[in-house]
């Protein structure tokens, strides 16, 4: 074992493919000699510093989550194994490592490490990094120098896997069957750790604005200038998760900053990011269902949605006159805009939640022109767009499947809303 972990040691040298091996050959000691390699580190806590120093090797990463024990519970008094890893320092060494002197890879492995502690919710590891003092932490490395890129986008990953630990899970983020959100539901949190986010959260949403980024991105389509960039993209899948948790002071915040305002106009700036059509789609879904009647009147007065939203439906077509980030190829006719189906799905929940809200309707209905337009408009466009009723037959994706899978409360013989599937 001596010989073994000795491969850790600052003098060694640590390829890629020597870490391999060493993480395989540690992985395999903790399937079958578990009780042993335990006693071992215990004995030996060194070796976590050794560890979480060569973290930005992802080989090394594998095996600190692992002995975690957030990658699974294989240890047969695991409650007290986890309790001496929390009593210890070994939280602080990783968070440590999310500062901005670190480079990219130990950032972005420091990160999934602390996402895989929250992962397991109910583990004393998980509780203690829920702590204010942590979060507040984490919050302030993301934002000690805000050049640092790769450290924003990864202490804002750890942010958003401690508000909803499911988002963190490493599987397809946004859709299920049928391209309906998976993550629509309101978000359970502890209050004190969104209350630890909140002093720094003006300094986070004021890095959404960009104004002297001269970065030049060349696409198929044309040019971004400046492009959105993962940081901003990031603070903007943040601001989706805050909003889930309900928190008033965190949404007097996102309204008296302007800062849903400056999402929406990403919105339509970028109309070709489609990670960001679904992040603001989901905002905007928040707002309509909150219970809070300011935020509603903020989206539809202070942001102006409907009115933008006929804006683009009635021009969309890029336009490089407009002195917007993303322009069209010189040369060469200029391209639809790509965020068309987000606006169609966003019209679609506003007359469904103003069926049964007043205060939706009263918005609704002070804009004659909206009136108009989803009378005529929207509701052709959902007639051509419903599959169910094209005269070519079902889709075979859904004719094919049996009645015994997970959608087995397909009716074959009825008719889809496209409008009602959009907003289940």
């Known amino acids: 074992m001596n010989l073994l972990f000795s491969f850790l040691e600052p003098t060694r040298s640590h390829s890629a493919l020597l870490a ?7 992985v395999c000691l903790m399937l079958r ?18 560890l979480v120093d060569l973290i930005g090797i992802t080989s090394i990463m594998e095996v600190l989550v692992r002995l975690v024990g957030a990658d699974d519970h294989m240890y047969p008094d695991s409650v007290d194994v986890m309790q001496w890893l929390t009593d210890s320092n070994l939280l602080e060494m990783i968070v440590d490592k999310l500062s901005p002197s670190s480079p990219p890879e130990v950032h972005a492995n420091a990160a999934e490490t ?4 929250t992962r397991n919710v109910s583990s004393p590891l998980a509780s203690k990094l829920s702590t204010s003092s942590f979060v ?16 924003l986008v990864s202490s804002l990953s750890v942010c958003i896997s401690l508000l909803d630990p499911k988002r963190s899970v490493p599987s397809p983020p946004f ?16 209050q004190e750790t969104v209350g630890a986010m909140l002093p720094k959260l003006g300094d986070l949403l004021t890095l ?8 030049i991105l060349p696409t198929t389509y044309g040019q971004l200038k400046p492009p959105l960039g993962k940081h901003r993209l990031k603070i903007v899948e943040f601001i989706v998760v805050l909003l889930k948790t309900g928190n008033e002071i965190a949404e007097k915040e996102l309204i008296s900053s302007g800062t849903i305002q400056r999402v929406l106009e990403l919105f339509f700036e970028y109309p070709y ?3 960001l059509h679904h992040h603001v789609e989901s905002i905007i879904f928040s707002c309509l269902e909150s219970t809070n009647d300011t935020i509603i009147d903020h989206l539809f007065q202070g942001c102006g949605l409907l009115v933008k939203i006929l804006q683009t439906d009635n021009t969309s077509v890029v336009s490089g006159e407009l002195n917007l980030p993303t322009l069209p190829a010189a040369g060469r006719n200029a391209p639809r805009a790509g965020n068309i189906g987000h606006v169609t799905r966003i019209a679609n929940k506003i007359m469904q939640l103003g069926n049964n809200d007043s205060r939706i309707q009263m918005h609704i209905q002070e804009n004659t022109e909206w009136n108009e337009w989803q009378g005529t408009v929207l ?9 169910y009723r094209w005269a070519c037959g079902r889709p075979t994706s859904i004719h094919d499947r049996n009645r015994d899978s997970d959608e087995d409360d397909i009716h074959h013989d009825r008719d889809y809303d496209v409008a009602a599937l959009a907003n289940n």
């Open 273 to 275: 990011n489609n990670a």
């Open 208 to 215: 959404l604005n960009v104004s002297l980024d001269e970065k």
């Open 20 to 26: 391999g091996y060493f993480s395989k050959v540690v």
């Open 379 to 387: 509701q052709e466009r959902n007639m051509v767009e419903n599959v």
């Open 33 to 50: 000699k578990t009780v042993p390699l335990m006693n071992y580190v215990q004995v030996h806590q060194y070796v976590f510093q050794q």
């Open 114 to 117: 602390l996402c895989a502690i």
């Open 175 to 190: 859709y299920s069957f049928r391209g309906q959100h998976v993550y629509e539901s309101p978000v359970q949190v502890n």
């Open 136 to 151: 507040s932490r984490i919050f302030g490395h993301a934002l000690d120098d805000s050049h640092s890129k790769s450290g």
